[in-house]
């Protein structure tokens, strides 16, 4: 799965709906793996480029859809109704944004959060650990990362969960001590 992706309503909506289906099943891996192997069918073959094309009208979108899942063993009923329902409405484009919101709805009830650990230089796995440990504390949750190198912060962490953000990187101190320089009054 790409990098945590920003979710768009629409998109969140079908999320809300498979999330609830799972939740009426009694679990959510199945619908995570179901999700999973829908976009990975999209991306990964030509069913989804034929699809995407504009010149193929809905109806023959569909009968393509229903041929492929005939011959495909991973995909059961349901599964292949969301396909379905998706490729109908046009909003089969949409399918990594929902699985993206439904793992969120998923970590959210496990008590999960992935959160963005960005840093000038790459940090080992049991550096993670430690950080995400931490974090977790605070938090009250638990936290894993997903973790990016960026030298332009020269040193230092940012973490990024959700909306909040913890900045402790070098770029963003010596951008406030060169504020500060700059506002700051001599007093007499």
Not at 81 to 94: D, E, F, G, M
């Amino acid at each position: 799965m790409p990098e945590a992706l920003r979710v768009p309503s629409t998109a969140l909506h079908y999320a809300e709906a498979v999330f609830q289906l799972a939740e009426d099943e009694g679990g959510f891996e199945p619908w995570r793996q179901r999700l999973t192997h829908l976009r990975q069918l999209l991306e990964e073959s030509d069913l989804g480029r034929t699809i995407a094309d504009p010149s193929l009208r809905v109806a023959q979108k569909l009968e393509l859809c229903r041929a492929v899942l005939e011959r495909d063993p991973a995909l059961d009923r349901p599964g292949g109704n969301l396909l379905l329902v998706l490729v109908s409405s046009r909003r089969q484009a949409l399918l990594a944004a929902i699985e993206a919101g439904y793992l969120q709805l998923v970590d959210k009830r496990e008590g999960r959060v992935l959160a963005q650990l960005t840093t000038a230089v790459p940090v080992s796995a049991v550096e993670q650990t430690r950080l995400a440990e931490q974090l977790s504390r605070r938090l009250h949750l638990d936290v894993r990362f997903e973790a990016k190198v960026d030298p332009s912060l020269l040193g230092g962490a940012v973490v990024r969960v959700g909306d909040r953000v913890f900045d402790a990187s070098l770029t963003t101190r010596l951008q406030r001590l060169r504020q500060d320089l700059l506002t700051q009054v001599p007093s007499r």
